[in-house]
């Protein structure tokens, strides 16, 4: 028995660390593991891939997972840039993603109905038992749910070597993850049907529509056009969006002043005055394309007029 | 957008006429201490979203602000750092302006020969010769303080025309958070971590501006993103100086100092507040300090917000509030005035905000 597994979401998610989790439980366990992250930038929000192996007999190759039997994802707002590993699953694997969205709308999402589905909100667990957005114990739990192993005593003695703090808060996370996450089985499976596609290694750390620049195409000191950036949306980074209440605000412009990512603008909006005439104001909005969710907007609005939702 | 420019014709650039339009009057908001800083910040955005910062670094403040002030006939040197791994991702940028990637440790000697050619091409007529350009050095703490130091001081000492602005994350934070030479005395980096013994890293803050002012260059300024009134008028101030001018910037970051990315710009205000930042500016010899504290706050209200100084013990925090007892008693010495005023253990430290 051989499990390959592909887990992806966002630095500072704990991506890393759910992986060295599972993959301890296992040996606890009393399986060979291996666990073998790859990401690009060291930041917070860069997207990142780990590959866990868990095998019965010692692991002799240490190569990245070409098509995996597990995908695990942490952010619902991936699946768009993240498709190939969707499409990478075996026929009769397990897609297990965290999502406040309700089954029906997620299966239309994921779009295939040879894999099983297993569907939690991990980052409502997480915020409810540990306080902070980290949904790696949720999710650990709901692993080890659909595959049957490692146990959860184990898991619990990996949290205890591998985090050696919030113990208890992690594994009650992890507890109500396994009993909660629900299954969506597959329509039918075709056991010897092929996955549409492999995890190609060129793609580590890119999310979203990206070249491959070859060098016969790079320009002249590697110039580029500026302002290009902007095809990169970072919206998908966040977790909470900032909401504005337009009768609060007084257009004193510090959020637009302290924004780092240029999210905050200045729109024109309609509004009716008492007596049914329409006028045109000038107020504060967002640029959702862009904002990253960082909250520091609602921090320095001095009235309370701009307020943090949660989005996934 | 400004009137046409280069940047015209090309269609991403321009984000329509949503562009906030604002008024940077700090007059208004700081009475009788900024008469000085009245002009308005242009509309246009020259550093542009889209770019991989983490979630609330001030390193887009910093560089959104300074290009606002130093227009689109700007050069910036970029050396290694987190603003250049993060902003320049090939085959992409977010750089509205002329950009140029350099190794580590020579920004100065980058911009000390482009503006030689700039001078060079002005006296041929290649450039109009009443063009003003900007030659702008954008460099973290580790490629200004460490690894860049010597090129920064060759460019002081040949005098060129070069704005260098450093921001200033006190630490290698792009790279996993390492100690550099401005990391302060106390904070836990991953190569001078905090132990029973060791209270985390043992050194001081090398203090770059005044060693910056020791060349006797024109224009030398410490600066907080967090009073982006007072950042844009040094911006706009080293801009209009005959020489080189340097600029120490303090700039929250995230991961490295390991505080709620909400707290950004809060924690950079508890900086200045409780002392441990001082906003000053040396303009030819002359000091002064340009954002005054009447009463300060302690300074563990600035060090509980952030992770790299939770194992402080009590006494290593009473030992960093003799230090920076220290300097501004010297800096009230220089002055000659209290301009910086005593500890008040009646501030709150956080102001609740609604």
């Known amino acids: 028995m051989r499990v390959e597994t592909v887990w992806l979401g966002r630095g500072g998610q704990g991506i890393v660390t759910a992986t060295y989790i599972v993959a301890n439980a296992a ?37 990245p997972v070409k098509t995996p039997d597990v995908v695990v994802i942490f952010d619902d707002k991936l699946i768009d840039t993240m498709r190939f590993a969707i499409d990478a699953v075996k026929p009769g694997g397990h897609v297990i993603v965290n999502t406040a969205k309700s089954p029906e709308e997620m299966k239309k999402i994921i779009g295939r109905n040879d894999v099983y589905l297993v569907l939690l909100d991990a980052v409502g667990i997480a915020l409810k038992h540990v306080g902070l957005p980290v949904p790696n114990g949720p999710l650990a739990g709901a692993f080890s749910k659909v595959m049957g192993f490692p146990r959860l005593e184990s898991i619990k003695t990996a949290f205890e070597t591998q985090l050696g703090k919030a113990v208890e808060e992690n594994f ?43 060098w016969p195409e790079v320009s002249k000191a590697g110039a580029v056009f500026p302002g290009s950036s902007l095809f990169y949306a970072t919206g998908g980074w966040r977790l909470e969006k900032p909401v504005i209440d337009h009768s609060k605000c007084i257009m004193c412009r510090k959020c637009w002043m302290y924004c780092p990512d240029d999210a905050v603008v ?46 996934i | ?76 040197i970029n050396p290694t750092g987190c603003a250049e791994v993060s902003t320049v991702v090939y085959p992409r940028t977010n750089w509205g302006v002329p950009w140029i990637h350099v190794a580590f440790g020579n920004g100065g000697s ?137 600029i120490h910037v303090l700039q929250s970051c995230t991961p490295g100092w390991r505080f709620e990315p909400k707290y950004a710009i809060r924690v950079l205000e508890l900086a200045t507040e409780t002392g441990y930042w001082v906003n000053y500016e040396i303009e030819r010899g002359e000091f002064r300090v340009t954002l005054p504290v009447p009463r300060r706050k302690h300074v563990k209200c600035f060090l509980q917000l952030q992770g790299r100084f939770r194992h402080l013990k009590p006494e290593e925090v009473e030992y960093i509030q003799k230090v920076i007892d220290r300097d501004v008693e010297e800096i009230n010495r220089v002055v000659g005035r209290e301009v910086i005023g005593p500890v008040d253990p009646s501030l709150p430290c956080l102001t609740e905000r609604k």
């Not at chain 1, 009650?172 to 499976?189: D, F, G, I, M, N």
């Not at chain 2, 509309?43 to 130093?70: N, Q, W």
């Open chain 1, 266 to 311: 200045e729109a024109w909006k309609e509004v009716q005055g008492p007596r049914g005439r329409v006028f045109r104001m000038k107020v504060i909005d967002f640029d959702y394309q862009y904002c990253k969710g960082c909250a520091v907007c609602a921090d320095v609005c001095p009235t309370g007029a701009i307020k943090m939702v949660r989005e």
């Open chain 1, 27 to 63: 040996v606890i366990d009393g399986f060979y593991a291996l666990a073998n992250p790859e990401f690009g930038a060291e930041r917070r929000g860069a997207p990142v891939k780990a590959f866990l192996t868990i095998d019965k007999s010692p692991i002799e190759d240490q190569e």
């Open chain 1, 172 to 214: 009650a996370a992890t507890k109500e993850a396994y009993e909660t996450a629900l299954v969506v089985p597959p329509e039918r499976v075709e056991q010897a049907a092929k996955p549409k596609g492999v995890i190609s290694t060129t793609s580590a750390f890119l999310t979203g529509p990206y070249e491959i620049v070859g």
């Open chain 2, 110 to 246: 980058v911009a000390s020969g482009i503006e030689a050619a700039i001078k060079a091409l002005k006296r041929r007529g290649v450039i109009d010769p009443g063009r003003r350009i900007n030659v702008v050095v954008f460099a973290g703490d580790g490629g200004t303080a460490d690894i860049g130091f010597q090129a920064l001081s060759g460019m002081f000492e040949r005098g060129h025309k070069v704005i260098y602005v450093m921001y200033d994350n006190e630490g290698y934070m792009n790279t996993g958070i390492q100690r550099s030479g401005t990391t302060p005395f106390g904070a836990s980096a991953t190569t001078s971590p905090a132990g029973k013994k060791v209270p985390g890293n043992v050194t001081h803050k090398k203090p770059m501006a005044a060693i910056a002012a020791a060349h006797g260059i024109p224009y030398v300024a410490t600066a907080n993103p967090a009073y982006v009134h007072d950042m844009v008028y040094k911006f706009k101030k080293a801009m209009e100086v005959d020489g080189p001018s340097f």
């Open chain 2, 1 to 76: 957008m400004s009137s046409g420019g280069r940047f015209a014709k090309i269609p991403v650039y321009i984000r329509g006429n949503y562009l906030v339009k604002t008024a940077i009057k700090a007059a208004e908001e700081y009475q009788g201490q900024y008469e000085y800083a009245n002009f308005e910040l242009p509309d246009e955005e020259l550093f542009l979203p889209g770019h991989g910062l983490c979630a609330s670094c001030t390193i887009g403040v910093i560089a959104r602000h300074m290009l606002k002030v130093f227009g689109p006939d700007t050069v910036v």
